[in-house]
Structure formats: structure tokens, C-alpha cells
């Protein structure tokens, strides 16, 4: 048995995260910044939300490119192939 660490949690992985379809590393962690977009309210003077909620950027830490055929929904919204066969089993 191999000594671990102090602190070092060792975690057997269920499922791997998708790779860039640019550089190809796994993406572990993604970049996603969220645009959002306001307008001034003379009667009020302050900025309000405006209907059309502005975009979103998902952006891989490790060669910058864009990943939204990976995340059409958004990185918090992926779910894993696997996943998702696995509910079209139990439907």
C-alpha cells in the first residue's frame, strides 16, 4: 500500500471530464464569464436588468479556445454522455 500524503484525498474517478476539441487536454477546470446587459432608468436613475439576459464566454484555461459545442448549455448545465445514455435506459 502506498503512503499518502498528509491532506492528500485520492478520489477514483466515476466519470472523466470531455477534452478540448482544441488542444485535447481533459478539461478539469473551464473558464465561463457571463455578459450582462443593463439600462438606465431616468424615473428611477439607476441601471435595471435588462429582458435579453447577454452572453456567455466558455473559454479552456489551457489554450483559450472557445467550447461551445462542448457546453451548448453552459459548463454548470454538461452532462456526460454516459449520463445520458443512462437516462434514455431508464425512461
Not at 49 to 76: M, Q, S, Y
Amino acid at each position: 500500500m502506498q503512503q499518502q500524503e498528509p491532506g492528500l484525498r485520492v478520489y477514483q474517478m466515476k466519470e472523466i471530464p470531455p477534452k478540448c476539441p482544441s488542444c485535447e487536454d481533459p478539461l478539469f477546470e473551464v473558464l465561463e464569464n457571463e455578459y450582462k446587459t443593463y439600462v438606465f432608468d431616468p424615473a428611477s436613475g439607476t441601471y435595471k436588468d435588462h429582458e435579453w439576459k447577454g452572453d456567455i464566454e466558455i473559454r479552456c484555461p489551457n489554450c483559450n479556445a472557445t467550447l461551445w459545442d462542448v457546453f451548448p448549455d453552459g459548463a454548470c448545465n454538461y452532462v456526460s454522455e454516459d449520463e445520458k445514455k443512462a437516462d434514455e435506459v431508464n425512461e
